[in-house]
């Protein structure tokens, strides 16, 4: 089974430009998370999407927004970037059987932003 | 915030087991205990899950307490491949999915 993809793999953006990533969850996955890795502040929760609804959200400023497709595939897209939103970004996808055990997610290799 | 505590490194002779403490004392009765891995920056890579009961699989052991407010990740004979940060992630889905990740741990398997 192909894992988690995601596209582009590195990216190079300049401060107030706008940017979409892409995240293809494994066949049969339902839920696809998005979080951001920083130096800074580690890892960190974005949101989550499950049957193309964000379930469940993190604390990001508005800047940061995603959807899911009927197909479940993702995007997110940050607006207006900031130097700060230099980081490794990461989607995971999951049955997201909660409370069952079946909730482990699998993470993609990531997109890793600069801003200049 | 991270429901869990891990020491923030530790070393391991190549061929030797690495044991990887985790404390989880707020850790609610249907939560349950992950272990991810994540070597040079790729994305985090499952390693096992529990909820009470020991667990192994072909890559590591889970030791989970018997109150469950602490856990031990055993790789059996490390190697310099399993050089990596390890996460102890406690699940916790109020309104959804979310994994919180700590700092974790970063095992350094030394020849």
């Known amino acids: 089974k192909a894992g988690v993809t995601q596209t582009p793999r590195y990216l190079i953006k300049t401060r107030g430009q706008q940017v979409t990533l892409s995240c293809s969850p494994i066949s049969g996955h339902r839920s696809v998370s998005w979080y951001q890795q920083t130096p800074g502040q580690g890892l960190q929760f974005l949101f989550e999407?499950?049957?193309?609804?964000?379930?469940n959200k993190g604390n990001f400023p508005g800047r940061f927004s995603g959807r899911q497709f009927s197909n479940s595939r993702s995007e997110m897209n940050v607006s207006t970037l900031e130097l700060g939103d230099s980081a490794l970004y990461l989607c995971?996808?999951?049955?997201?059987?909660?409370?069952?055990?079946?909730?482990?997610?699998?993470f993609g290799p990531g997109t890793r932003l600069l801003v200049l | 915030d991270a429901k869990t505590t891990q020491p923030p490194s530790m070393d391991c002779a190549e061929g030797r087991a690495a044991n990887l403490p985790c404390n989880h004392s707020t850790i609610s009765g249907n939560e349950y205990v992950y272990w991810y891995r994540q070597i040079h920056s790729q994305g985090p890579q499952y390693i096992i899950h529990g909820l009470k009961n020991n667990e192994t699989n072909e890559m590591a052991s889970l030791i989970i307490t018997e109150d469950r407010k602490s856990s031990t990740l055993i790789l059996p004979h490390a190697t310099l491949r399993d050089t990596a940060v390890y996460y102890c992630i406690v699940s916790s889905h109020p309104y959804g999915q979310n994994f919180v990740f700590g700092p974790g741990t970063r095992l350094s398997v030394l020849p």
């Open positions: 999407y499950f049957s193309e609804t964000q379930r």
């Open positions: 995971a996808s999951s049955l997201a059987l909660l409370g069952t055990g079946q909730e482990t997610q699998y």
